[in-house]
């Protein structure tokens, strides 16, 4: 019904930048809320960030909060995540994630992208 593919993974150095996109196909117009989780080797998946794509609110786990800014271009179907000042810690496999109306469940997943802060 809704199909989800990630862009912009990739490796740089620890203070670096590093842009994420997601690109929701499908049945959008179902979709309320869209965001990113990550997972590192040998650990739980993570929750990150998350925005409301009618309202824009936006949610940030306390570790990345002024450091990665969620975005999203509604006529594109695409949301973004801007990460600055990337640390080692960063390092893991980026998954875009989106629910609809009605849930707090994310039940629509990407394929995942993978991250690599390196000093």
């Known amino acids: 019904q809704v199909q989800l593919v990630e862009y912009g993974g990739g490796m740089v150095q620890v203070g670096g930048s590093l842009s994420l996109s997601c690109v929701a196909s499908g049945r959008t117009d179902t979709l309320y809320r869209m965001g990113w989780f990550r997972q590192a080797p040998g650990k739980e998946r993570e929750y990150v960030s998350a925005?409301?794509?009618?309202?824009?609110?936006?949610y940030y786990v306390d570790s990345v909060k002024g450091r990665f800014t969620i975005s999203r271009n509604n006529a594109k179907n695409t949301v973004y995540l801007q990460m600055n000042s990337l640390k080692a810690e960063d390092t893991a496999i980026y998954y875009c994630?989106?629910?609809?109306?009605?849930?707090?469940?994310?039940?629509?997943w990407g394929q995942g992208t993978q991250v690599t802060v390196s000093s």
């Open positions: 994630a989106a629910d609809r109306y009605g849930g707090n469940v994310f039940d629509y």
């Open positions: 925005i409301n794509l009618g309202l824009g609110n936006t």
